[in-house]
């Protein structure tokens, strides 16, 4: 749980980071038809939230800043008795202004008038330049004077970049239901099976245990699948001798989890499939080794490429120089992908990698990134020892930075052949 108190914490130092005679304004996301008259489920826009934990749509969080003071006002929907039959309650303007430490509460009806006196004397604008919703094409209206327009998105972003204590433990309860759905699907009895009823398995257990939902699509994708690195089709059997590539996690209170696990379809791994993921574990294991505070990402990203091609030339699947093979990229072929990304309130979270004059953000204590080596073989590829062909592997872990080194958040799932074999057959 997050206290109104922190949300307050996180506005105070937005409104630090804005400039004098300015206004900024951040929009709930807007509800989005499914088809006719039915909708896709709402899910608030994670900078707005990030800002006031608020869920309901049609709310704008603004700041006005005049003379070095700020207001900060939210606007959210107005009570309405006959809306609220079929949509559920709202909270309303009066409760609004109990609950949440803001300057003033307007009803969202007020917005534009709001805005546009809001507007009238100042020089510069925050809102997020990615949405293209109709309240932004208002603000463009009233906002044709200033010297100056903002990404608030960039900032917040940023911001968003070091975790608290409470969201690293919301960030954790997403991490253990997943850990339950994936030791779930490793128990089952699989031949004979769909994909997708893997699928079914762990988005049941995602929802039976609270979370809102999967955090994104989940894959499943048996032998070559693996290969689409956006596989979500899910649509396959489960054949015997394959491994499954599992890459699903949930989102717990707007908190992500993003874990891959790759297991053999029959409880056993082959030999081939075995000198493969034990070589990319233990690449894995290694990146995660080097994870502290002031290492760069692309240090880990250029270690993992050396240890993985290294790898694939001990294998006979890439033959020469490890130096000059990746000069040439010959290993993108087969790990054409980054080592991992910031992970939070979004999968991906939008933080930036560089800072303001491009220079790399270094780790820091409070930071969550996955780690995600893989090698991909396509069935058809003609230069590879068949027995390694059709097999495509990852293994994905969540990590936080701490002041002495990392800890690895889902330590707790299965993942050394031994761990992953006797789940399969100890169930
Ligand atoms: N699940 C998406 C990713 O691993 O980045
Ligand atoms: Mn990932
Ligand atoms: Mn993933």
Known sequence: MIEETEYKKRRDSLAKKLSANSVAVLFSSEVKTRSNDTEYPYRQNSNFYYLTGFKEDDSSLVFVKSKGKVKTILFVQEKDEKVELWNGKRLGEEKAKEQFLVDE???SSKLSTKLKEFLLDKQSLYYDFSLDYSKVKILKRYSKQLFSYNNIATIVNKMRLIKSSSEINLIQQAIDITQLAHHKVMSLKKPGKMEY??????????????????????????????????????????????????????????????????????????????????????????????????VKRSELQKKSEELLC?????????????KKLIKQKKHKKYYPHGIGHWMGIDVHDEAPYKDEKGKEILLQEGMVMTIEPAIYIDKDDENVPQKYCGIGIRI????????????????????????????????
């Open 105 to 107: 509460v307007y009803a």
């Open 310 to 322: 290294k790898g694939l030339v001990e294998l006979g699947i890439l033959q020469g120089d490890c």
């Open 197 to 294: 009823q893997l699928q079914a398995e762990i988005e049941y257990v995602f929802k039976s245990n609270g979370a809102y939902s999967d955090a994104y699509t989940s894959i499943v994708a048996c032998g070559n699948s693996a290969n689409t690195l956006h596989y979500i089709s899910n649509d396959k059997p489960l054949l015997e001798n394959e491994l499954i590539l599992i890459d699903a996690g949930c989102e717990y209170e707007y908190y992500a989890s993003d874990i891959t696990r790759t297991i053999p379809v029959s409880g056993k791994f082959t030999e081939p499939q075995k000198e493969l993921y034990e070589m990319i574990l233990d690449v894995q294991l290694q990146i995660i080794a080097m994870i502290a505070p002031h």
């Open 396 to 427: 994905e872990d969540d990590i936080l930075i701490t002041k002495e080194g990392c800890q690895n958040l889902s330590k707790g799932i299965a993942k050394s052949i031994d761990e992953i074999e006797s789940f399969l057959n100890h169930q």
